[in-house]
């Protein structure tokens, strides 16, 4: 990949570290919004506001994703590159489905670097219910795939997910911290075999094991 600054960018966010200081400006304005967005998304799952006020909260909602729309510019800033000049290296990470502040989609779920290990922490509300009050499967799948991939980034050759399977073994409970653990057992060739566990305290809710196989990122931009 060393022909690859494209390969390079991605590469060198293995070495991401979460960032010490709170952002600001637009960037925290975005994570405050998606932050309210979760709330709602929670709220929906269980509460009893009558059909106006809903109806109410519905219009403005409309009006305000037709104003953010307008002001789309269809870039995509998802390189190290591209995302240094909007204040953080790391912004490009705002955008995850799984750990982005700036998506309210995302748990979020809270990723750091321990020697070799990668920890993620989350506690999942009730919009991410599966079986009755506990965490859906697929996004068990979609936070293990996340700090996984994570692990095996930071090898320094990057891949994509090649196979994922899981064991579950407990349920995973909502409304408490649980604890991601993944690490890098081996590489060979472009395979890199990763493993990981989560835990609701002393539980082993699942286990994971992860064949990522490195990939010329350039290529997905084209
Ligand atoms: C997006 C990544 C971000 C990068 C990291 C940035 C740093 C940030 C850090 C962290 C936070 C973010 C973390 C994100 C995590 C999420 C990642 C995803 O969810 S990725 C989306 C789901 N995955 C796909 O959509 C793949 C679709 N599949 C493909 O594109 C290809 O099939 C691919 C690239 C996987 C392999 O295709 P070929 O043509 O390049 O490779 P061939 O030549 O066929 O095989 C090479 C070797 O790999 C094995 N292999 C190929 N496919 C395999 C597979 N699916 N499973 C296991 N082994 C496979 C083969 O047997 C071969 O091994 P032999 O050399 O013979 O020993």
């Known amino acids: 990949m060393s022909d690859d600054p494209f390969g390079q960018?991605?590469?060198?966010?293995?070495?991401?570290?979460?960032?010490?200081?709170?952002p600001t400006g637009q960037r925290a304005a975005l994570h405050r919004l998606a932050a309210?967005?979760?709330?709602?998304?929670?709220?929906?799952?269980?509460?009893?506001?009558?059909?106006?006020?809903?109806?109410?909260?519905?219009?403005?909602?409309?009006?305000?994703?037709?104003?953010?729309?307008?002001?789309?510019?269809?870039?995509?800033?998802?390189?190290?590159?591209?995302?240094a000049p909007a204040g953080d290296a790391r912004a490009m990470f705002d955008r995850s489905p799984v750990i982005g502040l700036g998506n309210p989609v995302a748990p979020p779920l809270r990723m750091e670097i321990d020697g070799d290990r990668i920890v993620g922490r989350a506690t999942f509300g009730a919009q991410y219910e599966g079986p009755p009050g506990h965490v859906h499967g697929g996004i068990i799948a979609a936070a293990f795939d996340e700090?996984?991939?994570?692990?095996?980034?930071?090898?320094?050759?990057?891949?994509m997910t090649g196979t994922l399977t899981i064991r579950y073994r407990r349920p995973t409970p909502l409304h408490t911290e649980?604890?991601?653990?993944?690490?890098?057992?081996?590489?060979?060739?472009?395979?890199?075999?990763?493993?990981?566990?989560?835990?609701?305290?002393?539980t082993l809710c699942a286990e994971a094991e992860g064949i990522f196989i490195s990939v010329d990122f350039s290529r997905l931009t084209r």
């Open 9 to 22: 960018s991605i590469a060198s966010l293995a070495n991401w570290v979460p960032p010490d200081e709170p």
């Open 36 to 83: 309210a967005m979760r709330i709602v998304a929670e709220a929906l799952t269980d509460m009893q506001a009558d059909e106006a006020d809903l109806l109410a909260a519905a219009e403005a909602m409309e009006q305000f994703g037709a104003r953010l729309e307008a002001t789309r510019t269809g870039h995509r800033p998802w390189g190290f590159a591209e995302s």
């Open 147 to 159: 700090v996984l991939g994570m692990a095996q980034a930071r090898t320094g050759r990057p891949g």
């Open 178 to 202: 649980v604890v991601f653990e993944a690490r890098v057992d081996r590489v060979e060739g472009r395979k890199i075999f990763a493993a990981g566990t989560l835990h609701a305290g002393e």
